[in-house]
């Protein structure tokens, strides 16, 4: 009944120990003034240690080992 969460858990601790973060772009208004518009894209990084894909990998283990049971 929780193998598919486990199974869940180590599939993103997986893709967690490949990609270590991710970045993603806003756009923010400067100025407006009239017709003109003054816009400015700002690069923002999200970043999270591998350990956390670690614990994700080993939660995942530790749901299908006491599913079993």
């Given at each position: 009944m929780k193998k598919p969460l486990g199974i869940v858990l180590i599939v993103v601790g997986v893709i967690m120990l490949v990609y270590t973060g991710f970045n993603y772009i806003t756009t923010e208004k400067v100025a407006d003034i009239g017709p003109i518009e003054i816009n400015?894209?700002?690069n923002h990084t999200v970043k999270w240690p591998p350990v956390v894909g670690l614990v994700f990998i080993v939660g995942g283990v530790v749901v299908?080992?006491?599913d079993r049971k």
């Open positions: 400015t894209q700002k299908i080992a006491i």
